[in-house]
């Protein structure tokens, strides 16, 4: 555990170190990992040098956007001390509509409205259990995730 004493005072106010020196701190704390992180990039560099191309960071980080985007709702979830197992399978039923909306109707803006609204309705259901029914969210979510599965 690192210690982190040297951010705060006995009667709780935050020290008068500048920002920099903490972030100072934090790496000699974990320069192991920075040192095997920095070993990684060489490593890849010299075993597959076309991982870094332009055309590669791109595929890479349009693949990333999607679970990106999940991560930041989950952040929120998981801070108010909560848990949605049921994102996973909200996302790839709202994939599944968003795709055969498109495939029949070929009207983006309407695939995305009502892929979105499915999901919006679905978390909506969620909310209902939890907050009025006050159903666990672990049983809840785990619920609607066995639903859209179809199990």
């Given at each position: 555990?690192?210690?982190?004493?040297?951010?705060?005072r006995?009667?709780?106010?935050?020290?008068?170190?500048?920002?920099?020196?903490?972030?100072?701190?934090?790496?000699?704390?974990?320069?192991?990992?920075?040192?095997?992180?920095?070993a990684?990039?060489?490593?890849?560099?010299?075993?597959?040098?076309?991982?870094?191309g332009?055309?590669?960071?791109?595929?890479?980080?349009?693949?990333?956007?999607?679970?990106?985007?999940?991560?930041?709702?989950?952040?929120f979830?998981?801070?108010?001390?909560?848990?949605?197992?049921?994102?996973?399978?909200?996302?790839?039923?709202?994939?599944?509509?968003?795709?055969?909306?498109?495939?029949?109707?070929?009207?983006?803006?309407?695939?995305?409205?009502?892929?979105?609204?499915?999901?919006?309705?679905?978390?909506?259901?969620?909310?209902?259990?939890?907050?009025?029914?006050?159903?666990?969210?672990?049983?809840?979510?785990?619920?609607?995730?066995?639903?859209?599965?179809?199990?």
């Open positions: 555990m690192t210690d982190l004493s040297h951010l705060s006995t009667d709780g106010a935050l020290s008068e170190a500048p920002v920099g020196a903490a972030f100072v701190q934090a790496i000699r704390d974990h320069k192991v990992i920075l040192v095997l992180l920095v990684l990039l060489i490593i890849t560099v010299i075993w597959a040098p076309g991982f870094f332009a055309q590669n960071l791109i595929n890479v980080a349009r693949q990333a956007a999607i679970t990106g985007v999940v991560a930041v709702g989950m952040t979830v998981i801070l108010t001390a909560g848990i949605d197992l049921s994102v996973g399978s909200t996302l790839a039923l709202c994939g599944i509509v968003f795709a055969l909306l498109i495939k029949t109707n070929g009207a983006v803006s309407i695939a995305i409205a009502a892929a979105a609204s499915l999901g919006v309705l679905i978390g909506i259901f969620n909310g209902i259990g939890v907050t009025f029914l006050a159903i666990q969210p672990f049983i809840m979510t785990l619920a609607t995730m066995a639903v859209i599965n179809g199990k």
